[in-house]
């Protein structure tokens, strides 16, 4: 297993690096002026090619393409154009955000998803399972923007059951940064009234981005369990007399999960780089945020590190599904 | 312990034997109430500190530095002022007199090379406890200019000022000798921009890392003797400021000032009526509309200096080369219709390039909507089917305005009087590049003056050799060039006023400037703030801000 992980992860280098070159050249392909950009419509024409020469953009693109892939090497993601920030030092700040409402959003869809699904295949032509599809269809078709203004409106604004954008309440102050998730931090700083208020912040961005994955988990539960009931081994187990729940838990579910996993793999990944509407809705400052406002500014080195990431991300994502496979699987192997 | 105490209810519960423990059901209550109290208290903590914490909601994703040196965007700007104090500045709304501020007194006297510049400084303290000294502000000004920043040209190319031209003759006293070529009016207006904000000199060179006088550290930290100073900034989450106890500009009332950061309009709506903000900054015309109607919400239309404008390329052989097919578009634009139903009363009418506000606007209405005379002209010219590319940018235009829609009802207008226009949206950094380079045939966008003077508009608007508007419409008038060139040097006030006058009214009927309207920016506030007001260059003075 050791040669095959090592393997992938070389393949991974490759993958990476014609993330970056494709970005590079997409990002390069546009016709506008990233000094320009950066500086504004009122800038003149001397302090744009002050910048242009301090950015190294009135050099060439195998050059300048050069020079990143030089610095990346070293683990230098560059320099934002737009802030003059370390991207690393960035993409350090906004990605546990973005990673924190992922795994929430994740926990909601899970929860939701999994046994709503195991219920509708149970309960398979019945009004259970009528609901599950009716939610089902619902969820994923709901635009998430829309889905965020009401759900903000009614349980923040008009019933005032949950907090409103942002990681935490204005009047508390965030803990010192040791993670970047809001909730282990404030769990390292020994501090419960923020734990608590991190946490309920969670909820409302958490369900909306996770509504989607929650639809899909529930209908993929649904179907996959549904075609695993009406196999004979299953027949077989009943037959030979076993419990209800050992059928389903034992046999049914662990044969349904590579379609699942395979599923949850991609919507980890999307959710991770994807929540760029539930992220300005929400005012959360995360990756998602930081690339549309670096894509708007044509900050590209900005967006070249968003796009490593991604690729970074969903590439490892795709790894621990793959490995996670043979524990299911016992015919897959990677000798 | 004293026996009254040791006879109390909890002194004879914590004394209780530890086998002999209370029921379970009566533990896990005990348990609850002593969880939720703790919980609570840290809130009720934070409720008390309410009505002291003034918290705005905004799109305040400009922000990129706090440095008053370097920072040239609007956040940083209002940030920036109540961080930093400058030698002079505007008080409220009248932007055009300046006042003290740390300097309590000024002369200009004229000298053989132009003029110089003395100012006399208060007593004042930095928030590190330091006095502010005239060293400070030559070390503030000197390095804004040797750095070389975004904001630099303004004391580089517009005051003439150069390292050596402020000087620090002793501590109270500030010497700046500017040449002829500099307007000493124009120097005091950008004296009161945050680039010239200052810096305590012993702070900014102990945090300086390979000669950058301290700009990545005054980037997220703060050394001023403003009102506030800043406690954290969370980027893209919120920033955070505590009233400086040092200052001379106290803040009686209000102790923190907190900006969160909500890009939605819907969201700030969402936010200011649950009570989570105190200030929404971004209201769209209809949200706004709505909020007017509210009694707990108070509406400011507060001024700004931006114009909304359309384009017209008047090169060789352009669409707009011939002057009658510009007054063609001006009378062709329904001025009123735009800024009653789409900006829903959010903008003020005006029709030439210096803003209402500023000493030198001229407030002149010469063009009525007159599609019969627009169409007149355009026959005249030759031009009765004419059809044009029209760029307009992504997003919002001035005002709030979704510029699709102001670009939609352009266009119906431009249609009535036989000019097709085909509308191009593109994103801003695409939009100027194209601008830049005297490729845009007809284009909408704003402008905003770098400083609070006519000149802010004169020259780039009116000057070809300056390289900005009038250039990038390739409009080349030399009596223009030559007004707006005069004016921004002339020290007499009301000689000044005839020649802004003069080249108001030659733009006005020549220029390449069909101008559509002067916005407000809508500020929606609940009605417990009192004392908010922001002016048309976007200061806001938290100190004079308090909640009831």
Redesign the interface.
């Known amino acids: 297993m050791l040669i095959y992980i090592l393997r992938r992860l070389a393949l991974m280098v490759f993958v990476l690096w014609g993330v970056t070159l494709a970005a590079f050249l997409i990002s390069h392909a546009l016709p506008a002026d990233p000094a320009a950009a950066a500086l504004g419509n009122n800038a003149r024409e001397a302090q744009l090619q002050e910048f242009r020469v301090r950015n190294g953009l009135d050099k060439s693109l195998p050059v300048q393409y050069g020079v990143y892939m030089g610095r990346l090497l070293t683990g230098d993601l560059g320099t934002s154009l737009r802030t003059q920030n370390s991207i690393t030092a960035d993409l350090k700040q906004f990605f546990p955000a973005t990673l924190e409402l992922t795994l929430g959003a994740v926990v909601f869809a899970v929860l939701i998803g999994l046994p709503l699904g195991i219920l509708a295949a149970l309960q398979h032509g019945k009004a259970l399972d009528l609901l599950a599809r009716i939610f089902a269809l619902l969820g994923g078709a709901t635009p998430v923007y829309w889905l965020a203004i009401l759900a903000l409106n009614v349980f923040h604004e008009r019933l005032g059951w949950l907090p409103g954008p942002g990681r935490l309440d204005a009047y508390s102050l965030a803990p010192p940064v040791h993670s970047g998730l809001m909730t282990v931090d404030a769990v390292l700083a020994r501090d419960p009234q923020v734990l608590v208020d991190g946490l309920r912040h969670l909820i409302l961005p958490g369900l909306v981005l996770g509504a989607f994955s929650a639809a899909l988990l529930t209908r993929m539960t649904r179907s996959a369990l549904l075609e695993v009931l009406s196999q004979d081994y299953i027949r077989t187990a009943r037959a030979k007399g076993l419990k209800g729940s050992r059928v389903i838990w034992r046999h049914a579910l662990k044969n349904a999960a590579l379609p699942l996993l395979t599923v949850f793999g991609s919507l980890f990944g999307s959710l991770l780089t994807g929540a760029v509407l539930t992220e300005t809705i929400f005012s959360w400052p995360g990756i998602g945020s930081y690339a549309t406002t670096s894509a708007i500014s044509l900050d590209f080195p900005a967006v070249m590190g968003v796009t490593l990431v991604a690729g970074l991300a969903y590439s490892l994502v795709n790894l621990i599904v793959d490995l996670a496979y043979a524990s299911f699987d016992p015919r897959i192997s990677f000798s | 312990m004293h026996p009254a105490e040791a006879s109390t209810p909890l002194a004879s519960s914590t004394a209780r034997p530890l086998l002999s423990k209370p029921p379970l059901p009566s533990r896990l209550l005990r348990r609850s109430l002593a969880l939720a109290l703790?919980?609570s208290l840290?809130?009720a903590a934070?409720?008390s500190?309410?009505e002291s914490?003034l918290?705005l909601g905004g799109d305040f994703?400009d922000l990129?530095?706090l440095d008053p040196g370097v920072s040239?965007e609007f956040t940083g700007s209002l940030l920036a002022g109540n961080l930093y104090d400058t030698l002079v500045a505007y008080e409220g709304n009248d932007l055009t007199k300046v006042r003290p501020r740390l300097a309590t007194s000024w002369t200009v006297t004229p000298t053989a090379s132009g003029s110089r510049l003395t100012f006399k400084l208060r007593a004042a303290k930095f928030s590190t406890g330091r006095p502010v000294t005239a060293a400070d502000v030559v070390y503030s000004l000197n390095r804004v200019i040797q750095l070389?920043t975004?904001s630099s040209?303004l004391l580089t190319?517009v005051a003439n000022l150069k390292v050596g031209s402020v000087t620090a003759p002793d501590a109270k006293t500030v010497v700046m000798d500017i040449p002829k070529t500099a307007n000493p009016n124009i120097v005091l207006a950008l004296l009161t921009f945050n680039v010239a904000g200052v810096v305590d000199a012993a702070e900014a060179k102990a945090h300086e890392q390979s000669g950058d006088y301290g700009t990545a550290w005054l980037k997220d930290h703060s050394a001023g003797s403003g009102p506030f100073l800043l406690?954290?900034w969370?980027?893209?989450?919120?920033v955070?400021l505590d009233v400086n106890p040092s200052a001379w500009r106290k803040s009686p009332n209000i102790k923190r000032v907190?900006l969160?950061?909500?890009?939605?309009s819907?969201?700030q709506q969402?936010?200011l009526?649950?009570g989570?903000?105190d200030v929404a900054w971004d209201y769209t015309p209809d949200a706004f509309k709505t909020a007017l109607k509210n009694p707990k919400l108070k509406g400011l239309k507060t001024g700004t200096f931006q114009l909304q404008y359309l384009g017209m390329n008047s090169g060789k052989g352009a669409a707009f080369e011939d002057p009658r097919v510009r007054e063609a578009v001006r009378y062709a634009i329904d001025q009123d219709g735009i800024i009653k139903s789409l900006l829903q009363g959010l903008g003020r009418k005006t029709q030439t390039i210096i803003p209402i506000g500023l000493a030198g606007a001229n407030t002149a209405l010469p063009y009525s909507y007159d599609p019969a005379k627009a169409k007149a002209l355009l026959a005249a010219a030759g031009k009765s089917n004419l059809s044009v590319d029209f760029s307009i940018p992504t997003g919002s235009c001035a005002g709030g305005v979704p510029c699709q829609d102001l670009a939609a009802k352009i266009q119906s207008d431009l249609a009535k009087v036989g000019i097709k226009a085909n509308i191009k949206q593109m994103?801003?950094?695409?939009l100027?590049?194209?601008y830049?380079a005297q490729k845009a045939e007809l284009i909408m966008?704003?402008?905003?003056p770098?400083y609070a003077d006519a000149d802010g508009n004169g020259t780039?608007l009116a000057d070809f050799n300056a390289?900005?508007l009038a250039w990038r419409n390739v409009w080349q008038n030399d009596a223009a060039s030559k007004l707006a060139q005069s004016a921004a040097i002339e020290n007499d006030p009301a000689k000044r006023l005839g020649l802004y006058k003069q080249l108001t009214e030659l733009v006005a009927k020549d220029g390449p400037f069909a101008i559509l309207y002067q916005p407000y920016k809508p500020v929606v506030i609940s009605a417990s703030v009192v004392g908010f007001g922001r002016n048309a260059n976007g200061d806001v003075r938290f100190e004079k801000i308090s909640k009831k």
């Open positions: 703790a919980l840290p809130l934070a409720q500190g309410r914490t918290v994703s990129i530095t040239y070389k975004p040209f190319d406690n954290r969370d980027r893209s989450a919120q955070a907190i969160r950061y909500m890009l939605e819907a969201v969402s936010a009526n649950s989570e903000i994103v801003s950094a695409d100027y590049t194209m830049r966008a704003p402008w905003s770098d780039p390289k900005s």
